[in-house]
Nanobody, 124 residues
Framework: QVQLIESGGGLVQAGGSLRLSCAAS????????MGWFRQAPGKEREFVAA????????NYADSAKGRFTISRDNTKKTVSLQMNTLTLEDTAVYYC?????????????????WGQGTQVTVSS
């Protein structure tokens, strides 16, 4: 059973930065696409970013392009999301997830394991 544990969430002022991390335990990590999703209150879970198994390719939601950077370290079994220039609209619970599919699949049902989520709150 794969276990994903997120960390790094918190309260930040608009315009600030946060770095989220996700550590995987048990199971194979390096063979899978890894992604970040977020869910704001009253809204559906939405795709933020994903990275290929090798780390050589990435995919971003339009809202994340130019501000967020996803990266991974297969030796440490971690995936990170560097978030810059945060806005109030970035407030949400952020989830790390694993997918056996390629980067072209960005819907939650293409991801099979999920972390418990970490809260990101952006204040004015």
């Amino acid at each position: 059973q794969v276990q994903l544990i997120e960390s790094g969430g918190g309260l930040v002022q608009a315009g600030g930065s946060l770095r989220l991390s996700c550590a995987a335990s048990r199971g194979t990590f390096s063979m899978y696409t890894m992604g970040w999703f977020r869910q704001a209150p009253g809204k559906e879970r939405e795709f933020v970013a994903a990275i290929s198994w090798s780390g050589g390719s990435t995919n971003y939601a339009d809202s994340a392009k130019g501000r967020f950077t996803i990266s991974r370290d297969n030796t440490k079994k971690t995936v990170s999301l560097q978030m810059n220039t945060l806005t109030l609209e970035d407030t949400a619970v952020y989830y790390c997830a694993r997918s056996p599919y390629g980067l072209g699949y960005s819907t939650p049902n293409h991801y099979d394991y999920w972390g418990q989520g970490t809260q990101v709150t952006v204040s004015s």
